[in-house]
């Protein structure tokens, strides 16, 4: 009977979410296994990962561009 309960017991421990307040260190890879990764925020550092708005907000193209051309005129150059 005792055994039961303390199977029940930390059965209801585990089951609930893990809340870190801070940093997670791993040592080897992290397994999502095939579950999606919420809650990314804005990048602070080129090595953040980042959400997919911030990708799609960096490769639109909706800015008008100044172009300058300049004509250049090649002449022959001949040596004697």
């Known amino acids: 009977m005792y055994k039961s309960i303390v199977l029940i017991l930390f059965s209801v421990i585990f089951v609930q979410e893990l809340e870190v307040d801070g940093v997670i ?5 992290i397994d999502a296994n095939n579950n999606p990764i919420t809650n ?32 250049m005129r090649l002449q022959q150059l001949v040596i004697i």
Not at 25 to 29: D, F, P, T
């Open 25 to 29: 260190k791993a040592n080897s890879g």
């Open 40 to 71: 990314v925020g804005s990048p602070l550092t080129m090595s953040d990962a980042i959400n997919g708005n911030v990708l799609q907000d960096t490769l639109r193209d909706d800015t008008t561009y100044e172009y300058k051309v300049f004509l």
